[in-house]
Nanobody
């Protein structure tokens, strides 16, 4: 059974940083794609970042490239999302997601993920 538990959200000001964590259980990192998505009020869930199975490449949405960094600690079964230079438009609930059946071209489609965490709120105040 796969479980994903996010933490680290909060209320910050423009330009601040936050680091989100997603503690996983039942996820073999070399077989699963692990991703971060976010959903702002009234908007659809959108892709933020992903690590595809055992690959060393991390994929980012254009809106966060250069500001956000996704990483993972295999020993702790945890993935992180370091968010720098936060903007008001980064305000959203951030979700961790995992799936082992995705092909690379599908990792940005939230509808294809089978496993989700409960989310953590990030609010950026101007």
């Amino acid at each position: 059974q796969v479980t994903l538990v996010e933490s680290g959200g909060g209320l910050v000001q423009v330009g601040d940083s936050l680091r989100l964590s997603c503690v996983t259980s039942g996820v073999a990192f070399n077989r699963y794609t692990i991703s971060w998505f976010r959903q702002a009020p009234g908007k659809e869930r959108e892709f933020v970042a992903a690590i595809f199975r055992s690959g060393s490449t991390t994929y980012y949405a254009d809106s966060v490239k250069g500001r956000f960094t996704m990483s993972r600690d295999n020993a702790k079964n945890t993935v992180y999302l370091q968010m720098n230079s936060l903007k008001p438009e980064d305000t959203a609930i951030y979700y961790c997601a995992a799936d082992r059946t995705l092909i690379l071209s599908s990792i940005r489609d939230s509808r294809l993920y089978d496993n989700w965490g409960q989310g953590t709120q990030v609010s950026v105040s101007s």
